[in-house]
């Protein structure tokens, strides 16, 4: 039986339920881990396979592959296929409503999705917009003088991004300010701790590039995950990160430039400046929309009584 966390819980305690046990948390960590690094050793292997068997040059790092393109694409397939297997840990390892991930309603806020997206274009058009001007302003090329790649290879580009890069974001947000905020929310009353460790996580997954970089990591997973705790859901997080990857994505496929090779970890400090304003600002208006809309930041009874009847 699956059982509910109690009424009024807020989002980072929706993990301790009636049947919650110190392992539980631990047991699906470590279930996550080694079921993702599977699956993405054996995409890789199929890819590379079939990439050889098709007489695919060598890429970079010496295997066979179908291209830049395909490389990303396959990437993000990666990661997003770690988005099921949170779901399956959430039912059969925690013992909880699927949906108590996603928000304190038990289900993704779909409206609330939606009010979030023009919000998070704003919010980054403004961030590259700044980084842009700065980086000018410092001297340092931007790269818009640079060859475009054309409209033909543009649009194959863009159309796989937009298939792929919503549900890549997405399993990051389930995996860090999901399963981790509320895997850490279990042991702590207060937020901020499992705030800061999940973003402090969410950056070291991005890997070391530059000390900028890394900070404008930490500081995204800190702000989405305040966010996340104050409306009481992942919608604002996950239309943050969705915009944020597609609109970067896409102007790289626009200039022929997709790669796996970088990440945001990678940022100069042109584009991290112009960043931490323009992600304390997003979280401030997400903020004040919830608040306007009387958006419940923790479990209501109602939702409550309904879920914990249902076997």
């Given at each position: 039986?699956?059982?509910?966390?109690?009424?009024?819980?807020?989002?980072?305690?929706?993990?301790?339920?009636?049947?919650?046990?110190?392992?539980?948390?631990?047991?699906?960590?470590?279930?996550?881990?080694?079921?993702?690094?599977?699956?993405?050793?054996?995409?890789?292997?199929?890819?590379?396979?079939?990439?050889?068997?098709?007489?695919?040059?060598?890429?970079?790092?010496?295997?066979?592959?179908?291209?830049?393109?395909?490389?990303?694409?396959?990437?993000?397939?990666?990661?997003?296929?770690?988005?099921?297997?949170?779901?399956?840990?959430?039912?059969?390892?925690?013992?909880?409503?699927?949906?108590?991930?996603?928000?304190?309603?038990?289900?993704?806020?779909?409206?609330?999705?939606?009010?979030?997206?023009?919000?998070?274009?704003?919010?980054?058009?403004?961030?590259?917009?700044?980084?842009?001007?700065?980086?000018?302003?410092?001297?340092?090329?931007?790269?818009?003088?640079?060859?475009?790649?054309?409209?033909?290879?543009?649009?194959?580009?863009?159309?796989?991004?937009?298939?792929?890069?919503?549900?890549?974001?997405?399993?990051?947000?389930?995996?860090c300010r999901g399963w981790l905020l509320q895997g850490l929310g279990v042991w702590f009353?207060?937020?901020?701790?499992?705030?800061?460790?999940?973003?402090?996580?969410?950056?070291?997954?991005?890997?070391?590039?530059?000390?900028?970089?890394?900070?404008?990591?930490?500081?995204?997973?800190?702000?989405?995950?305040?966010?996340?705790?104050?409306?009481?859901?992942?919608?604002?997080?996950?239309?943050?990160?969705?915009?944020?990857?597609?609109?970067?994505?896409?102007?790289?496929?626009?200039?022929?430039?997709?790669?796996?090779?970088?990440?945001?970890?990678?940022?100069?400090?042109?584009?991290?400046?112009?960043?931490?304003?323009?992600?304390?600002?997003?979280?401030?208006?997400?903020?004040?929309?919830?608040?306007?809309?009387?958006?419940?930041?923790?479990?209501?009874?109602?939702?409550?009584?309904?879920?914990?009847?249902?076997?």
């Open positions: 039986m699956l059982m509910s966390p109690p009424p009024g819980s807020p989002y980072h305690r929706l993990a301790r339920t009636p049947v919650h046990r110190w392992w539980r948390p631990v047991l699906g960590t470590l279930f996550l881990v080694v079921a993702a690094l599977v699956m993405m050793i054996g995409l890789v292997g199929v890819s590379s396979g079939a990439a050889w068997m098709a007489g695919r040059p060598d890429g970079p790092d010496g295997i066979p592959t179908f291209g830049a393109l395909t490389d990303t694409a396959l990437g993000f397939v990666a990661i997003a296929l770690v988005l099921p297997l949170i779901l399956v840990a959430v039912i059969w390892i925690q013992r909880r409503p699927v949906g108590t991930i996603s928000s304190v309603t038990g289900a993704l806020r779909w409206r609330w999705l939606l009010i979030c997206l023009p919000v998070a274009l704003v919010a980054i058009l403004l961030f590259l917009s700044g980084g842009l001007l700065l980086s000018e302003a410092t001297g340092v090329d931007a790269g818009l003088g640079d060859p475009l790649a054309g409209w033909g290879p543009f649009l194959t580009s863009a159309a796989v991004l937009v298939l792929v890069v919503p549900f890549q974001a997405a399993a990051e947000e389930y995996l009353r207060g937020p901020w701790l499992p705030i800061v460790a999940q973003a402090a996580v969410f950056a070291a997954l991005h890997g070391w590039g530059t000390p900028f970089g890394f900070a404008d990591l930490l500081l995204f997973g800190v702000v989405a995950g305040w966010v996340t705790v104050r409306t009481g859901g992942l919608e604002a997080a996950i239309a943050l990160h969705v915009v944020n990857n597609l609109v970067t994505m896409v102007v790289a496929a626009a200039y022929g430039q997709l790669t796996v090779e970088e990440t945001a970890a990678d940022m100069p400090w042109q584009l991290a400046v112009a960043d931490a304003p323009v992600l304390i600002g997003f979280g401030l208006v997400i903020v004040w929309l919830a608040r306007r809309r009387a958006l419940p930041s923790a479990t209501p009874i109602a939702s409550y009584d309904l879920v914990a009847g249902a076997r």
